[in-house]
């Protein structure tokens, strides 16, 4: 096997994940009709790594022309892949290159400065100064601390596209026209080389082309979900849920890595893959049902750093204590209210490619499943 061709939707939840022999199209089309199949799968808008490419076939298999962006993850790793690592303005430029994608929402950030200055985001009480601040919000650590309260907007193309020219200008070492475009980076000092690569120019310009294919297709109301802060919280900051789907996806990438191991015989290496999906996607809808108004008297009596850990991951088991309480008269008020049922006929991962080659599936056409309407691929 040669890749993974998994799907998040808009609340980050994983609801596809099949292994295919290559990255060719034929190879994912069964499971992406699959998924398609499903009574409440109806996406507005879509994202993808390689968008505009095969959107005619996306249109093909949703059955309508879809609504396709480019992923900014992939956009940003298709640059950054390129840079040196060890270089020492390596991670200056990356934040740099985030500036000019995407900025803070004014209000997040007026609201996240306040608590970092008033000292309600410290455990000990410290105020930063404006120095502070400012040194903070170029590091990883800020975005990792305190990038959960900020909404990400999208600039426009271009915008996008002049500054990136600053950015390649600015970060480029050496300069063909030294007068109109100058190069402001500088060699690393100790290893005497530059930021760029051979390759970063070629898949700078090649970004540069689909700048247009990054803006949100919704509004950013539509494409952000705000929580609310715990009742007991001293900073009262919004926590900012993306309805990408691309952060959460990698994120499960990071996790799916853990799950099995190559000296694992297949039935239980699929059976842990399949646990730890649905384990990461009960963690997602824990946090989600922290949006409802209901949810803020309970709050109350837990502590804000425990409140999105996942209480029990077994369903089942909580569905069979709230089946003592009803067998002992207490029907009006089970123990466990969120619980959810298992979904019967389960095929996950590594069952694509039986499901595939038992159809025998022609890799030089698209599958389109006009038969067999069996959902073959989900994770619940």
């Known amino acids: 096997m040669e890749g993974l061709w998994d799907v998040a939707t808009e609340t980050g939840e994983t609801a596809c994940a099949v292994l295919v022999p290559s990255t ?9 009709k699959q998924l398609s199949l499903r009574e409440n799968f109806n996406p507005k808008a879509m994202r993808s790594d390689n968008w505009p490419c095969k959107n005619d076939c996306w249109a093909l298999l949703l059955g309508h022309e879809a609504k396709g962006r480019l992923g900014l993850f992939h956009f940003i790793k298709h640059i950054t892949g390129t840079l040196r690592k060890k270089h ?28 970092l200055k008033n000292g309600t985001l410290s455990s000990t009480g410290a105020k930063l100064t404006d120095e502070n601040t400012e040194d903070l ?18 600039r426009s193309p271009e915008v996008t596209r002049h500054m990136l020219e600053n ?9 063909s026209d030294v007068h109109n475009r100058p190069a402001g980076g500088r060699v690393d000092p100790i290893a005497q080389q530059p930021l760029f690569t051979p390759e970063t120019t070629d898949n700078w310009m090649c970004c540069e082309d689909k700048a247009e294919h990054l803006q949100d297709p919704l509004p950013l109301e539509e494409m952000c979900c705000t929580m609310p802060p715990n009742p007991n919280s001293s900073n009262q900051l919004n926590d ?39 384990r990461f996607n009960l963690g997602i809808r824990n946090k989600l049902r922290l949006l409802s108004t209901t949810a803020r008297e309970q709050r109350k009596k837990m502590p804000g750093s425990w409140e999105t850990v996942t209480p029990c991951s077994n369903h089942s088991e909580l569905a069979w204590v709230n089946s003592l309480a009803k067998d002992c008269g207490t029907a009006e008020k089970i ?15 590594r069952a694509h490619i039986f499901d595939a080659n038992d159809k025998n599936l ?5 599958c389109l499943c006009a038969v067999n309407r069996t959902v073959a691929t989900c994770c619940n």
């Open 24 to 32: 060719k199209t034929s190879d994912f089309s069964h499971a992406a």
């Open 88 to 115: 020492l303005d390596c991670n200056k430029s990356v934040a740099l290159l985030l500036h000019c994608l995407c900025y803070h929402n004014d209000s997040d950030h007026n609201n996240l400065m306040l608590a």
């Open 137 to 154: 919000k170029g590091t990883r650590l800020f975005r990792v601390r305190h990038g959960k309260h900020l909404r990400k907007e999208i």
């Open 167 to 175: 950015w390649f200008n600015a970060c480029k070492c050496s300069s």
């Open 240 to 278: 900012c849920l993306s309805r990408r789907g691309e952060s959460s996806l990698e994120s499960f990438h990071g996790t799916l890595a853990h799950f099995v191991n190559c000296g694992m015989i297949n039935s239980l290496a699929d059976n842990l893959n399949l646990t730890g999906t649905a």
């Open 335 to 349: 123990p466990f209210q969120c619980t959810e049922a298992l979904v019967n006929d389960l095929n996950f991962l």
């Open 362 to 366: 022609d890799n030089d056409t698209l």
